[in-house]
């Protein structure tokens, strides 16, 4: 029921500053996914994770390419959103930026890619530096176990992981 004011803040906001102009373009994109204006929130996540790498801060373009990712998984993009997932991972390596690439991989069917990603958080989040730095620079055809004893090796059904992590959802 606010979403009107939520633009007009929005717009208001975007236009104080350059950090007032990202912060407004995650938020308007945002609200085009949420009202389902995926092509919309494409664009408006584009241009602001263009600007952003324009004012050099790739952390809040990996946000926005993350964003944009989720919108083009919901119009059915699965090219785009991977494409949208490695721009945010060549610009950040943030872990809620890799969980969420990771998401959008697996929901777009690429779950060999997303394991190094989940491997990586799993062994940050058990303090294991090392075998984060090593799940984070793992190489084709490097052996890599992860908590249920697979070294990638093996093939893994996509239903497999996609099981382990629920389904994103706007």
Known sequence: GR??????????????????????ASGLGDLATLEGRFSDAVRILGEGAAADLASRNPDRAASKF???AYAQLLRGEKRGAIAAADLALVN????????LAARILVEAGETARALPLAAGLAAEQAGDPGQAAQAGETE???ELEDADGRDGSEEVEPATLADEVPPLRP
Do not use: H, W
């Open 3 to 24: 979403l009107p004011a939520a633009k007009e803040t929005l717009g208001t906001l975007g236009r104080i500053d350059a950090l007032g102009a990202s912060l407004a």
């Open 66 to 68: 993350a964003a944009l």
């Open 92 to 99: 950040s390596q943030a872990a809620g930026i890799r969980f």
């Open 140 to 142: 084709e055809g490097a």
